[in-house]
């Protein structure tokens, strides 16, 4: 069993930046491929973006593409989220997530979630 906490959400002005954190307690840390998604309110969570194991790669959606950067430390079981340039449409719940099934691109199924870090984005 995989436990994900979430650090670092809050308020921020249009065009500032924010940083998540991710601590991760039990299971093999630098096995899973390590996840970040969103919920705004009224809609679904949606695949933020993904690290693969060793950190070699990533890949984001096209809505933070050039803006947002994952990475992850092994050693110390993080994984962070980088978020600059935001947008008041970037305003969400943000989740971390952890797991195995990894195929490709966006299509990342995580069998672990965090509790989510509120990140609002004010005009």
């Known amino acids: 069993q995989v436990q994900l906490v979430e650090s670092g959400g809050g308020l921020v002005q249009a065009g500032g930046s924010l940083r998540l954190s991710c601590a991760a307690s039990g299971g093999t840390f630098s096995t899973f491929p390590m996840g970040w998604f969103r919920q705004a309110p009224g809609k679904e969570r949606e695949f933020v973006g993904v690290?693969?194991?060793?950190?070699?790669?990533?890949y984001y959606a096209d809505s933070v593409k050039g803006r947002f950067t994952i990475s992850r430390d092994n050693a110390k079981k993080t994984v962070s989220l980088q978020m600059n340039s935001l947008k008041p449409e970037d305003t969400a719940v943000y989740y971390c997530a952890a797991g195995r099934r990894y195929y490709g691109g966006s299509n990342y199924v995580p069998d672990y979630w965090g509790q989510g870090a509120q990140v609002t984005v004010s005009s």
């Open positions: 690290i693969r194991s060793s950190g070699s790669s990533t």
